[in-house]
């Protein structure tokens, strides 16, 4: 049976878990409620019904699931009324801007017994998700470094997410999908960080970092994000013990190259532009293979259908609590690490 769905909020996001929810296999939409009345009267437009009040919303007897799409300076307050209505709540990312914060959250959703995650959506996309079935496979063995990217050239967005008040910045917005990923890639605890951030088009917020991840294994990952990059770097790029792999971009397979011998004797040198070189020199395919994997089967929709699942007790809920304290503590702490310019460590 369906699950009934309210949407606080009707801007970007608001609207896509709208278009989702009337599309939808396993909720319906019950309506919108947005403090804009431009936006509520764009909902009716669209034959959604839009509440009066948040708080008539929220007690709607027939809603099972709030959805949370508002700024995120207002997460707080929002989660924590609907989870004392009674109401099962998923959050926009980022959940909140501390850890503190979110740990309220996390009270008030045990106290009121209901569900409560946050809309961890990038979990589905079909690079990350290549990635992840490349360090599954093991063909190219053990992971040595990641690098994940996300390079645009239009500067933040011109709404609130480029205002501090309201939790503007790339690090909340880019970040907490980037790092989340990153952690998923490698489950290890994180020896320290080091992040600096860039504020080439603003100075009131972040407007792309680089964020270093040490982990105690030795494993090490970068996640970097450019707003005023005019020619990106690959999405993903990683090292393994038994070869490499990398993702231009999105749209693209990845490309994996597989070491099939180590030493060879009879390396010939290259020319170069000043010289010859025996150890950039290039391999042939008597030491290396390589190859393509296709882009993964994907559908975000399966984070619905997981929650509703959990919701009935017939699946475990994808994104915990401790994965949500996880990334939220990370970008804390880049934070920290940005504001003293030296590296932030882990206990």
């Known amino acids: 049976m369906k699950k009934n769905v309210t949407i606080i909020g ?3 996001q608001g609207g896509w878990h709208a278009n989702h929810a009337i599309n939808s296999d396993v909720v319906s939409l ?3 409620y947005d403090i804009d009345e431009k936006k509520s009267e764009l909902a009716r437009s669209k034959g959604i019904h839009s509440y009066s009040s948040l708080e008539e919303a929220i007690n709607d007897s027939k809603c099972d699931i709030v959805v949370v799409a508002t700024p995120n300076d207002c ?18 990312k980022p959940v909140e801007m501390s850890v503190k914060a979110l740990d309220e959250m996390i009270d008030a959703a045990k106290k009121s017994g209901k569900l409560f995650t946050v809309h961890q959506n990038r979990r589905w996309d079909v690079d990350f998700l290549a990635m992840k079935k490349i360090i599954e496979d093991g063909d190219i063995g053990e992971v040595i470094r990641i690098e994940s990217r996300i390079h645009g050239s239009r500067g933040i967005p011109s709404d609130w997410r480029c205002h501090k008040q309201f939790g503007g910045g790339m690090i909340l917005d880019w970040g907490v999908h980037l790092i989340d990923q990153m952690l998923l890639l490698i489950p290890e605890k994180i020896k320290k960080i080091y992040c600096d951030i860039t504020n080439i088009t603003t100075d009131e917020v972040d407007d792309g970092f680089r964020l270093n991840l040490y982990f105690e294994s030795g494993k090490t990952a970068l996640v970097e994000v450019g707003t005023y990059n ?3 770097m690959p999405r993903f790029y990683m090292q393994c013990k038994s070869g490499s792999a990398k993702i231009e971009d999105w749209r693209q397979n990845a490309q994996v190259a597989k070491c099939l011998a ?4 009879d390396v010939l040198p290259v020319q170069t532009a000043a010289g010859i070189t025996k150890t950039m020199a290039p391999r042939d395919e008597i ?10 089967v994907s559908d975000v929709h399966d984070f619905y259908r997981n929650f509703v699942n959990a919701i009935d007790g017939k699946e475990i809920q994808l994104i915990t ?8 503590a990370v970008m804390e702490a880049c934070f920290k690490s940005a504001e003293l310019g030296s590296p932030v460590y882990f206990e």
């Open 230 to 232: 005019f020619i990106a």
């Open 321 to 328: 609590h401790d994965q949500m304290r996880r990334d939220l």
């Open 10 to 12: 009707f801007g970007g």
């Open 287 to 296: 030491t290396l293979k390589t190859y393509e994997i296709d882009r993964p």
């Open 30 to 32: 019950l309506g919108i």
């Open 75 to 92: 997460h707080k307050e929002i989660v924590i009324k609907a989870l004392e209505a009674g109401k099962n709540v998923i959050c926009e």
């Open 262 to 265: 180590w030493h060879e004797s």
